[in-house]
């Protein structure tokens, strides 16, 4: 069932007299990977200085241990593998009972999809508060989704508010039936500019570029995995000789991304950085003419590195997908869209952007005012806030 404009906003929230403390389930701890861990990583270094936080994750390996990370503690639990993408952890559930005494916390905050943490949640007492955030919908794994619908209703039908980061989210997805209309939030993902956009990552961008010569940057940033498209943007480049094309990032589709590269005769126009930390990404941010994103599922819902490139002043080229990637993206504006997997349409669009400086720098200004009015990390901190008092009033 789809339910159209059914979310709330959340200024006028009311406030409870004590500040709340809340228990993440982030899936897992590595921020690099982009995604939730890269979400809740950002949430929760903005929420640390005004709230007491935690995130609990599957680890990577086999073993529990507790780090910490701008703040707030990182505990990941031992882990004995993945299945369909899902962590293999028992040991969540007790870890999470002892961290809900360990802090006091009144609140559970869930990220959807994750089977682990649905499991966790059913086994907490009644009153503990739980909020939820959906970051999409189960796309890809239709039949996981069928295993898993009953119990992801149980949880949802318990949650005391589900975030969604668009309108676009709540109103095309088929899998939120159990949350009624009033417990629906929108609260768009916001971003640390000054993260992003600061001296050093303008020096360090001007480096990059030093390096490169004055060809024309694309860039692409993300997890090289097959609902990202970069197969799709690589062909295209095949028609955009002009230009040079770096991705950052790794994935399943990595080797396979090299050999398509080597295949259509354009190596020496594409670079593969691999994996990169938050201040190289920030500097090819600044050292590219044009961000492209070109998913090619509704698996891509938002997109928070188009806007880290929005926030560098950068134009953005991305899919019609017809969900929230395109309404954060304001089409002819701060960028150009395109039909999902069309390389001829996409090498148009950035051949237009290559051609025109005037329209590149027109687009880039407009993408920076948009994210400072509605994507910043200060305005994400403040919404979920009022979420969090809002659901201990209502109790």
């Given at each position: 069932m789809r339910t159209s404009?059914?979310?709330?906003?959340?200024?006028?929230?009311?406030?409870?007299s004590v500040r709340p403390t809340v228990l993440h389930l982030g899936r897992f701890a590595d921020p690099k990977a982009g995604g939730i861990p890269r979400h809740v990583s950002?949430?929760?270094?903005?929420?640390?200085?005004?709230?007491?936080?935690?995130?609990?994750?599957?680890?990577r390996d086999a073993r529990t241990h507790e780090t910490s990370e701008n703040g707030y503690p990182v505990i990941e639990a031992a882990c004995l593998g993945l299945m369909a993408g899902t962590a293999i952890a028992p040991r969540m559930i007790p870890l999470a009972h002892q961290l809900l005494r360990r802090?006091?916390?009144?609140?559970?905050?869930?990220?959807?999809?994750?089977?682990?943490?649905?499991?966790?949640a059913l086994s907490l007492p009644r009153?503990?508060?739980?909020?939820?955030?959906?970051?999409?919908?189960?796309?890809r794994q239709k039949t996981a989704l069928r295993l898993i619908q009953p119990l992801m209703h149980r949880v949802l039908a318990r949650t005391s508010a589900l975030i969604g980061a668009t309108r676009a989210l709540f109103d095309t997805s088929e899998q939120l039936d159990a949350v009624p209309a009033e417990r629906r939030h929108v609260i768009p993902y916001g971003i640390n500019v000054d993260g992003v956009d600061n001296p050093a990552s303008r020096a360090a961008g001007e480096r990059l570029r030093a390096g490169l010569g004055?060809?024309?940057?694309?860039?692409?940033?993300?997890?090289?995995?097959?609902?990202?498209?970069?197969?799709?943007?690589?062909?295209?480049?095949?028609?955009?000789?002009?230009?040079?094309?770096?991705?950052?990032?790794?994935?399943?589709?990595?080797?396979?991304?090299?050999?398509?590269?080597?295949?259509?005769?354009?190596?020496e126009r594409v670079i593969f950085t691999g994996e990169v930390d938050d201040a190289e990404l920030a500097a090819w941010f600044q050292a590219c003419d044009v961000f492209c994103m070109p998913s090619?599922?509704?698996?891509?819902?938002?997109?928070?590195?188009?806007?880290?490139?929005?926030?560098?002043?950068?134009?953005?080229?991305?899919?019609?997908?017809?969900?929230?990637?395109?309404?954060?993206?304001?089409?002819?504006?701060?960028?150009?869209?395109?039909?999902?997997?069309?390389?001829?349409a996409l090498a148009r669009a950035l051949q237009r952007l290559i051609a025109d400086a005037g329209l590149r720098h027109a687009m880039g200004q407009a993408s920076r005012e948009r994210v400072l009015q509605q994507y910043t990390i200060e305005q994400m901190r403040d919404a979920t806030l009022a979420i969090y008092e809002s659901v201990r009033v209502a109790r």
């Open positions: 404009g059914a979310y709330h906003a959340t200024e006028s929230m009311p406030t409870a950002q949430l929760l270094s903005s929420l640390a200085p005004r709230i007491r936080v935690a995130n609990l994750v599957a680890s802090l006091n916390a009144d609140i559970v905050h869930l990220h959807f999809p994750d089977p682990l943490s649905m499991l966790v009153t503990v508060h739980l909020v939820a955030t959906w970051h999409s919908d189960v796309v004055a060809t024309p940057i694309i860039l692409g940033a993300g997890r090289q995995v097959g609902y990202k498209g970069f197969d799709v943007l690589i062909e295209a480049m095949a028609l955009v000789p002009q230009a040079r094309l770096v991705l950052c990032g790794r994935g399943d589709q990595t080797a396979a991304l090299k050999r398509q590269v080597a295949a259509l005769g354009i190596g090619v599922t509704r698996a891509e819902t938002f997109g928070l590195v188009q806007l880290e490139a929005m926030s560098c002043a950068k134009p953005v080229v991305v899919t019609r997908l017809g969900n929230g990637v395109n309404e954060v993206h304001a089409d002819g504006i701060n960028g150009l869209s395109v039909p999902v997997r069309d390389p001829g």
